[in-house]
């Protein structure tokens, strides 16, 4: 019903997640400083859709770069690499995207400079729809968990919106639909920047689902209440050893998930699973703005910009000490099963998915 990035005619189109849901609005980008100023300010935001936005900014970046040779061009395109890493360190989706473009334009030294560019703007394309069948066959593999009537909690935001389209978390719901279960959806408003209540609550509303908003605090009395079947996240960035970081609120839901003996899944495409890390303690983790914390809009609108969409209002006392930490680590102990598009695995199993010869059927769910 809508599309959270597209490249169109040399030039990428961001849906402007920041006005969301008040207005539906893109923004233009013609250079890659534009697309990485989106990721850093949150107008895209999910590990899938910024790694998405990354592939394309490279190859608007490519698009600049006058180059008489193929290691003059990677010179080149060097600044455009560094510029994107250093917009959002916990996802590691956008180090994946650059890796991924470096491995292709590897594999083309031979290619005539000119038409890498034009390369680029097609592996770019090729990263969206795969992360569009990504998105599919986690929904295929997390439905079989969800039966019918169930009720949903999710945290944060893991829909189309962050990514190619479909989303992780909210797949299995998508599917589960589809099969003619019926199920009701409960969405953290998910302080401070209310990516549940602005994002969650919104998608799931265009695709007919009964959602429910509560507040991040009300999660637990929920399950102590028994009115809470099952928790599905996505995540910016899970380690080999099954640990997650995600949305600033997760561990928390997945700690009192285990107290109440209720199922905690991580929806994870394996873009997002750094392979390289051992254990959550290495992750890099994000800590923003005290504005997004000291106003009501969390940070949406822009002081004195008179933005006709959010008010700037203000619920802390002016000078008030701020930390905005925008990701926790849920460690592996307390993720019933990592769900990908191979299949839905046990936290600890997730390091053997890099054995060449490993039999997935004898690892699933």
Not at 49 to 58: F, T
Request: proline share 5%; net charge negative; with cysteine.
């Amino acid at each position: 019903m809508f599309k959270t990035i597209e490249w169109r005619n040399g030039r990428v189109f961001i849906l402007d997640q920041r006005r969301l849901p008040l207005e539906v609005s893109y923004i233009e980008c013609t250079d890659y400083g534009m697309v990485a100023a989106c990721i850093r300010d949150m107008n895209i935001r999910g590990a899938p859709a910024i790694g998405i936005a990354a592939a394309m900014g490279i190859a608007l970046g490519a698009g600049g770069i006058k180059a008489g040779s193929f290691d003059e061009f990677m010179r080149g395109l060097r600044p455009v690499f560094d510029a994107l890493l250093k917009t959002r360190p916990t996802a590691v989706n956008i180090k994946w995207a650059v890796e991924r473009i470096e491995r292709f334009l590897n594999e083309r030294r031979g290619e005539p400079v000119d038409s890498l560019p034009g390369l680029l703007a097609d592996e770019a394309q090729k990263i969206l729809n795969e992360d569009i069948e990504v998105n599919r066959a986690i929904g295929k593999w997390g439905a079989r968990f969800i039966k019918d009537g169930m009720n949903i909690l999710t945290h944060c935001n893991a829909g189309a919106l962050a990514t190619g389209g479909i989303g992780t978390a909210t797949a299995p719901m998508l599917a589960a639909k589809e099969e003619g279960k019926r199920i009701h959806v409960f969405s953290d408003e998910t302080r401070p920047f209310l990516q549940g209540a602005r994002l969650t609550s919104w998608e799931l509303m265009q695709e007919g689902i009964p959602v429910t908003l509560i507040t991040d605090s009300s999660a637990g009395a929920l399950m102590q209440r028994g009115e809470i079947d099952l928790v599905i996240v996505g995540t910016d960035r899970t380690v080999r050893n099954g640990d997650v970081a995600n949305k600033i609120g997760t561990y928390s839901v997945a700690v009192l998930a285990k107290e109440n003996g209720i199922p905690f899944y991580v929806a994870a495409p394996l873009s997002s699973i750094d392979f390289t890390i051992p254990d959550g303690g290495m992750i890099p983790i994000e800590e923003r703005t005290a504005e997004e914390v000291t106003t009501i809009t969390g940070g949406l609108s822009t002081p004195g910009c008179n933005d006709k969409v959010w008010g700037s209002i203000c619920v802390a006392p002016e000078g008030v000490g701020v930390r905005n930490i925008a990701f926790d680590v849920t460690p592996a102990k307390y993720v019933t099963a990592i769900i990908t598009e191979l299949g839905a695995f046990r936290p600890r199993d997730l390091k053997r998915l890099m054995d060449k010869d490993v039999n997935l059927d004898e690892l699933r769910l």
